[in-house]
């Protein structure tokens, strides 16, 4: 159990465009997601924390507007990359956190890579 | 604030030796601790947690880590290095209450050579 997917699993898009990317949790209830996004050769940077039926909380830094997030239901939430530049390339990671369940229990989707040329 | 240190970049070790990834925290609060691994283009996958009782944790794929309240340590642990196991590994922590995410370290890559 406690399985997350993420869509499109890679994306290649032109610059200005906009991209969405699923992230659902499979077999349980997600009170919260976190999206994070990984540069190569680093660490995990938290971009936003989303919460089901919400506006989600951003990092500092994180330009709301650029970085859509909609968690409609307790099984999805989206990132949709807005105006996309090349700067904005990087692997996006989702994670979920039960809504039952021992605290601190999150559960990682498979990431998407998105490259914009 | 909460923060994880991992000190070394990169760990190299012999296949079949004893094989160490360092990591320290800084929580206010009780601390929630886990090791992930990431291979190339994939998501984590989840290796152990420390939340609370034994200070050692078993986990995943034969590695253990030893939460050391003192030095305020998770240093991740595995008795016989395989190739396989070369890796990029991350520690990271929350405080035990609330719906807080995780706080990653920057990753150390760990390289088991045959």
């Known amino acids: 159990g406690a399985v997350v997917s993420q869509h499109p699993s890679w994306v290649i898009c032109k610059s200005g465009t906009s991209v969405k990317i699923e992230c659902r949790s499979l077999?349980?209830?997600?009170?919260?997601m976190f999206w994070y996004r990984q540069f190569p050769k680093q660490s995990l940077m938290l971009m936003a924390t989303?919460?089901?039926?919400?506006?989600?909380?951003?990092e500092q830094g994180v330009e709301k507007d650029k970085f859509l997030i909609n968690h409609a239901s307790l099984t999805l939430s989206t990132l949709t990359v807005t105006s996309a530049h090349p700067e904005d390339s990087s692997f996006y990671i989702c994670?979920?956190?039960?809504?039952?369940?021992?605290?601190?229990?999150?559960?990682f989707g498979p990431g998407t890579r998105l490259t914009v040329t | 604030a909460q923060s994880v240190a991992q000190p070394e970049d990169q760990v190299n070790v012999a296949e079949g030796n004893p094989l160490t990834v360092k990591c320290t925290y800084s929580?206010?609060?009780?601390?929630?601790l886990f090791w992930y691994v990431q291979y190339p283009n994939r998501g984590l996958q989840f290796l152990l947690k420390?939340?609370?009782?034994?200070?050692l944790v078993k986990g995943s794929y034969g590695f253990e880590a030893e939460f050391n309240k003192s030095q305020t340590s998770f240093h991740l642990k595995k008795p016989s290095a395989l190739v396989s196991d070369s890796a990029l590994y991350f520690c990271?922590?929350?405080?035990?209450?609330?719906?807080?995410?995780?706080?990653f370290g920057k990753g150390t890559r760990l390289s088991v050579i045959a």
């Open positions: 420390y939340i609370t009782g034994d200070n």
């Open positions: 994670s979920a956190q039960r809504l039952s369940g021992r605290a601190g229990e999150q559960y």
């Open positions: 077999d349980f209830q997600a009170t919260t």
């Open positions: 929580v206010s609060g009780n601390p929630y």
């Open positions: 989303s919460n089901e039926g919400s506006k989600a909380t951003y």
């Open positions: 990271a922590v929350r405080v035990s209450s609330g719906n807080t995410p995780l706080v």
